[in-house]
């Protein structure tokens, strides 16, 4: 791509935030021009403004940036959010009214009927939604969702699944990292040696959030997967990747009892959607790891460059079907990867031009 699309991250100085700044260093077609934070960081350059806290450097040139106020005047047409929820629900619709394609980390409007909640690989179709949005047919504008950081790796374990067999319940408990809660996260005092057997509104958002995604799109909203689900969510000691135990009752699509051999098949065999030849998207959405005692958060977490889900130990259920382990990284492919991955389909299929041209114009 000979010219890079201009685009802004809203709420850059929190963990998320440098999580984009982290992966869209020399991605081949975004350049990040314009950073936008809280008032205690407006005017401020980056480097003082934000305490750094990833694995690899800060770019030179972002930390030379000065943080602008969070409105969009001046803003790029394309944006990537990484706000809270309630600073989400009033900001978003702000930016997509001014003509802004909104590209969401935020929980905010991910369950609204004209808002696409997207995984790529798995709904990409959904994206059609964007279409019934008031601010599309105003100003160009409109806001696209990724899904919370643990419904992100049980759908994609799920997808090729109910595609083959269909899924009739399904059961999940999670133990997730603690960079999920941000920064600080959760106290030292709180979850050292410790499990915390709740997270706030954790286990409705990967409930409902689920049955949207495996839902199907029926002209102009989505009929959510007829299926029943139950999740119990933990945050335990661990710095990054969320872990998932997960037992399902499949359907009978197949006419016949679905074997061990069969479930493989469908892992290896799931075609994706739309993410083929994207920057973010990896090569194997799905990898299985034939070790007794894998995944593992420190073992497994960058597996496709972070964007891959890892599932292993297979096995037959004693009440249900079968039972699995799924492990993803939850401030790659269940945050910022998520979301610069939605950004790469929406060029894909043409959906960033009319804002692009839009900024263009003006």
């Not at 929980?107 to 696409?116: C, E, L």
């Not at 420190?298 to 382990?325: E, I, S, Y």
């Amino acid at each position: 791509m000979q010219n890079k699309y201009p685009i802004g991250i809203l709420g850059a100085t929190g963990m998320v935030g440098q999580r984009f700044i982290q992966l869209l260093e020399d991605h081949p077609w975004f350049e990040i021009t314009w950073l936008a934070a809280s008032d205690r960081s407006s005017g401020k350059v980056y480097g003082e403004a934000a305490k750094w806290r990833l694995d690899t450097p800060l770019p030179e040139r972002i930390t030379r940036m000065t943080v602008s106020a969070a409105e969009p005047e001046g803003a790029p047409k394309i944006i990537f959010a990484a706000l809270d929820a309630a600073i989400a629900r009033e900001m978003e619709p702000k930016f997509a009214n001014a003509g802004c394609a909104v590209v969401s980390n935020s929980s905010a409007y991910r369950m609204a009927p004209n808002v696409p909640l997207v995984i790529p690989e798995i709904n990409a179709d959904h994206l059609h939604l964007i279409e019934e949005q008031s601010s599309r047919r105003d100003s160009g504008g409109y806001m696209v969702t990724n899904p919370n950081c643990s419904t992100i790796g049980l759908v994609m374990a799920l997808k090729p699944l109910e595609e083959r067999f269909g899924i009739e319940q399904i059961f999940v408990t999670t133990m997730q990292a603690i960079s999920g809660a941000g920064y600080p996260g959760v106290p030292s005092m709180d979850i050292l040696g410790n499990v915390i057997p709740y997270i706030g509104s954790e286990e409705e958002k990967m409930e409902a959030e689920t049955l949207k995604l495996l839902g199907h799109l029926d002209g102009n909203h989505v009929t959510p997967l007829a299926a029943k689900i139950s999740a119990h969510c933990n945050r335990v000691a661990v710095e990054d990747g969320h872990t998932e135990s997960v037992s399902i009752k499949l359907g009978n699509k197949l006419g016949r009892t679905v074997t061990h051999e069969d479930i493989l098949a469908a892992w290896a065999e799931f075609q994706p959607l739309k993410p083929q030849h994207l920057p973010m998207a990896p090569e194997q959405p799905i990898e299985f790891a034939t070790q007794p005692d894998r995944p593992q958060p420190r073992l497994d977490r960058n597996r496709g460059r972070g964007m891959a889900v890892t599932v292993g130990r297979l096995r037959p259920c004693t009440v249900f079907d079968w039972k699995f382990t799924v492990l993803s990284h939850n401030t790659i492919r269940g945050a910022a990867g998520a979301a610069i991955l939605n950004a790469e389909l929406l060029v894909s299929l043409g959906k960033l031009e009319p804002v692009a041209e839009t900024a263009a114009r003006a």
